[in-house]
């Protein structure tokens, strides 16, 4: 009884302390996890992957009890190997700005009651108020995957003529009057292509199966919703109140525009839209589209910036001290929401599979580890964020996976995320 009342104490003592410290550097030994097999089966993992063509390179990061304890680069930027991936590059986040970038302002804007997860959607995106099949999602719904929102619009065949040539009344190769949105080098969008972008969205389907269906379309309107509710700049809100409370500086939209002395890592040689190495632009065409700043993809940064962020969540809503956002909110946005409808979601994160524990490896997701109360998400680029409040853990895994091409599908048949992520619980439980 003794003991299990020190092994408490000193489990609150390290929650209080991960949530008044930031993040610091310790080794895998001074938390009493095995270095050498950690390492040998991290190296292994990660080595055959890119001897697969699962990415052309990948890092690592692994935060325990606030102290980052494992973080390494791997492989070149691209097959060439010309250009080694070091620790400071900077990703394309891809659906992980999901979680970055609108989910904390709308964390905020329901802490301060300017958001009601349980009012209708419309309450606030009033072109819905008049489809009958929308105007009563709640937003609460639409978060968690389950209001049968449509899953993805290709808006690229918008602006793409049957031969693959590009619409000159939607883009430009030169900024102009009223195409000032640049989605690429020699790329310039329609100012108001955006309201194309969002019709089409207000006039979608919604299923009537009212079932678990994953939707990005909603994070396509959710920066202009941040910023009238706010009367700020989505970007400028973002910096303000969550990346520079924490000291996440590479956390970035458009990062071709800063003055950063950090490398971009590439994505696709995309042989449609761009017809050129994708490098500092956001991949994403509908990201692309609104000019690089969205909602369900074109945020960019480093693993340790992504850690903070991820480490802000796992302390529920502190940082350094300072409280972001409020406790009780993110406690409700990173906790199942609909288990009765077999979603295993939470409001915008995602969740383990509601009978993770029964499930061998090859059928869990994550892990089958991995506590019920983790949470995190993925990004189609090849990047994986997790937190898991019972080991005090932060993982996070970055790639571009979708060079050359998205056909590259290795990192999925060779489970690469999961099976870094394992390792990790693995070595805890043998300390345990």
Request: aromatic fraction near 12%; charge should be positive; proline fraction near 4%.
């Amino acid at each position: 009884m003794k003991n299990s009342f020190l092994f408490l104490s000193l489990m609150v003592v390290t929650s209080i302390n991960a949530q008044n410290n930031p993040l610091s550097y310790a080794s895998l030994a001074e938390l009493g996890l095995d270095s050498a097999y950690i390492y040998s089966k991290v190296d292994s993992i990660i080595t055959n992957g890119i001897k697969n063509k699962a990415f052309p390179s990948a890092q690592v990061l692994v935060a325990k009890d606030a102290k980052i304890v494992f973080h390494k680069a791997y492989g070149f930027h691209t097959y060439d190997s010309l250009q080694p991936a070091a620790l400071n590059d900077r990703y394309d986040l891809a659906s992980v700005t999901k979680i970055m970038g609108p989910l904390p302002a709308i964390m905020k804007l329901v802490e301060e009651g300017k958001l009601d997860l349980d009012q209708p959607f419309s309450t606030y995106w009033k072109p819905w108020k008049k489809k009958k099949d929308k105007k009563d999602l709640s937003l609460r719904e639409i978060l968690a995957h389950q209001a049968g929102l449509k899953s993805y619009i290709v808006f690229l065949n918008d602006v793409l003529k049957k031969n693959g040539k590009i619409k000159s009344r939607f883009v430009k190769t030169a900024a102009k009057n009223r195409f000032q949105r640049q989605a690429y080098d020699s790329l310039f969008i329609k100012d108001r292509f955006n309201r194309k972008m969002f019709r089409k969205i207000n006039r979608s389907k919604v299923s009537a199966d009212k079932k678990y269906l994953y939707s990005g379309l909603s994070f396509l309107l959710f920066p202009e919703l941040i910023s009238k509710l706010t009367g700020e700049n989505y970007q400028n809100y973002l910096q303000k109140n969550f990346y520079s409370p924490v000291g996440a500086t590479t956390l970035t939209f458009l990062p071709k525009n800063e003055n950063f002395a950090s490398k971009i890592v590439p994505t696709e040689m995309d042989s449609v839209f761009r017809h050129d190495l994708t490098q500092g632009w956001v991949h994403d065409e509908n990201a692309a589209l609104l000019g690089g700043v969205s909602g369900n993809a074109g945020l960019f940064g480093t693993a340790t910036d992504l850690a903070k962020m991820m480490q802000l969540y796992l302390n529920y809503g502190t940082y350094n001290g300072k409280q972001v956002i409020a406790e009780d909110i993110v406690k409700e946005f990173i906790k199942v929401q609909y288990p009765e409808n077999d979603n295993r979601r939470g409001l915008g994160f995602d969740k383990p599979y509601l009978n993770n524990k029964e499930l061998a490896f090859k059928d869990a997701y994550p892990t089958p580890e991995v506590s019920s109360t983790s949470f995190g998400h993925s990004g189609f680029t090849g990047t994986f964020v997790w937190a898991d409040p019972e080991t005090q853990l932060v993982y996070i895994f970055l790639s571009n996976r979708v060079y050359p091409t998205r056909n590259q599908q290795n990192i999925y048949a060779l489970n690469i995320r999961s099976a870094v992520l394992d390792v990790f619980y693995k070595g805890i439980l043998q300390v345990d």
